[in-house]
């Protein structure tokens, strides 16, 4: 059993001065940082939080979400990082499911529990007493430090322990293929409560690298950010890219910004096209809750010539695709499996999930794609999201992508509906960009010309918006919900 010193404390101790995080109004350096954790463990330790408590933590982004994770860290509690934006049902099952022991919540969120007495909210919290608890001085790298549930795409949501030693693995595979800057700092946009934003808190601490915090995205104060050179690496999904390159107009960026990390599944060609003609230096990489982050990123020198990869794992990572039981050669499409050591030990009080998921070693992820005679990795779609249409395989993804490549449309969804001839046909939910007129022929006609015919959407639908997550990734399983209002908004004939 590997074992390191506390982390915090440890970055504490080695660069005290340095900056932690800052959000826009403070400043904190790693001794202040340190010493709020430890004052909030003290407090949590007066509540009756013990070593191994599951401890829900439903917070938005902001400097004391971090201190308190860290704290529970400190006590040796396990932080379950819950959604904000899940309704109460949803997170009282993850209690339920999770046992977990107390609920540390932002004043505004603690409602949301109904009279539930494990809730304490932080302004509660802070007029705890500090009690005079041992502090835990060190980590065992195999013992688990965070809990996500996933999102559910695949069914009832499972949570995904991650442990000290994935986080490591993860940060330190991050920086051998970024590399890591002097002058480094990371904007964390996206939310702390999914593995996304928690990495980039976990690497600050690891690296001694500062992060920039963003209470909830912005795309003009990212730009903003970036173009004043007070951040050089961000994270980022598809949407939060479009949203800063829309907003960034004619301007580039200076050569301070080094690295757009572009997560949350296939990324449109027309908007990495865009990129490359602005010089942003995006890495399309990919990862989820179970790798703690990204487990394959494309590295610097292939990101042009690589355009629309997800890359090669992350050292010491592996990747194969697998196919009826063995591994796919170059091209063929396959499922995504992939080992090492920032992959999860598996799914919480779910052993089942936990032996179909982690088979001889491998995690089998569910995605679908391929990798081309090189070894760089093409992720096609989700496995459950698959279209099976008289037999062909349409990965909504790439209608997607077609879609999104005309001038008019702002953002894209494609799922599958029954049909009595094909089995499932592919529909798609358009959002038009301001002002635009294309209607559903010329979008089946421009599909038709980049498209096989199998894969044209039988029915375009025109939405106001498109259902997403949290960190702002694309739910087609909703989209079917969008339909009666989409008939009723459709002009009558």
């Known amino acids: 059993m590997t074992v390191m010193p506390n982390w915090l404390k440890q970055r504490a101790f080695l660069t005290p001065e340095r900056t932690a995080i800052r959000d826009g109004e403070r400043t904190k350096t790693f001794a202040e940082l340190h010493e709020a954790a430890a004052s909030w463990a003290r407090r949590l330790a007066g509540a009756g939080v ?11 982004n902001s400097v004391e979400m971090i ?48 009279g539930d007495g494990r809730v304490i909210a932080v302004s509660a919290l802070a007029a705890f ?14 013992e688990t430090a965070t809990i996500m549930y996933t999102s559910g795409t695949t069914g009832t949501p499972k949570g995904v322990l991650q442990t000290y030693g994935n986080h490591w693995w993860s940060a330190v595979g991050s920086a051998l293929n970024l590399g890591l800057h002097e002058h480094d700092c990371w904007l964390a946009a996206v939310p702390l409560f999914h593995i996304s934003g928690w990495s980039i808190a976990m690497r600050s601490v690891i690296y001694g ?18 173009m004043d050179g007070k951040v050089t690496v961000m994270s980022v999904v598809a949407a939060m890219l479009q949203r800063m390159v829309a907003e960034l107009g004619t301007v580039r ?5 080094r690295c757009m990390l572009l997560g949350g599944g296939p990324a449109p060609q027309p908007l990495l096209e865009a990129c490359k003609e602005k010089g942003i230096p995006v890495y399309q990489t ?4 179970e790798t703690a982050s990204q487990i394959v990123t494309l590295a610097p020198e292939y990101s042009l010539t690589k355009l629309g990869s997800a890359g090669k794992p992350l050292f010491p990572a592996e990747l194969r695709i697998v196919r009826d039981g063995k591994t796919a050669a170059p091209y063929e499409a396959g499922e995504i499996a992939v080992k090492g050591p920032n992959v999860t030990k598996g799914y919480l009080h779910r052993p089942e999930a936990t032996e179909q998921a982690i088979r001889d070693g491998w995690f089998y992820t569910g995605d679908i794609g391929y990798v ?11 496995r459950s999201d698959l279209i099976i249409s008289g037999g062909e395989n349409v990965y909504p993804a790439e209608i997607e992508a077609a879609l999104l490549a005309h001038p008019d449309v702002e953002e894209a969804g494609v799922t599958g509906m029954e049909d009595e001839t094909w089995g499932q046909v592919p529909c798609a939910f358009v959002k038009l960009k301001q002002g635009a007129a294309a209607d559903e022929d010329k979008l089946k006609a421009f599909c ?28 087609r399983r909703e989209l079917k919900t969008l339909i009666p209002e989409a008939e009723q908004r459709a002009p009558r004939l």
């Open 50 to 60: 013990k070593e191994g408590d599951i401890v829900a933590v439903l917070m938005k």
């Open 67 to 114: 201190e308190i994770v860290h704290a529970l860290f400190f006590l040796g509690a396990r932080a379950l990082l819950q959604n904000v934006r899940l309704t109460s049902y949803e997170l009282a099952w993850q209690l339920e499911d999770s046992g977990a022991r107390f609920v540390i919540a932002d004043d505004d969120f603690a409602g949301r529990f109904g």
């Open 129 to 142: 007493a500090e009690e005079d608890a041992p502090l835990k001085e060190t980590h065992h790298l195999d």
């Open 209 to 226: 690298m500062p992060m920039q915090l963003q209470t909830s995205f912005d795309a003009k104060a990212a730009n903003a950010l970036i």
């Open 253 to 257: 960026y200076p050569d301070t910004f």
């Open 286 to 289: 990919y990862g989820m809750t």
């Open 372 to 382: 081309d005679e090189e070894g760089f990795l093409y992720v096609l779609d989700r």
């Open 448 to 475: 038709r010309s980049r498209l096989a015919k199998y894969k044209v959407p039988a029915r375009i639908y025109f939405v106001p918006a498109l259902p997403r997550n949290a960190a702002q990734k694309l739910l």
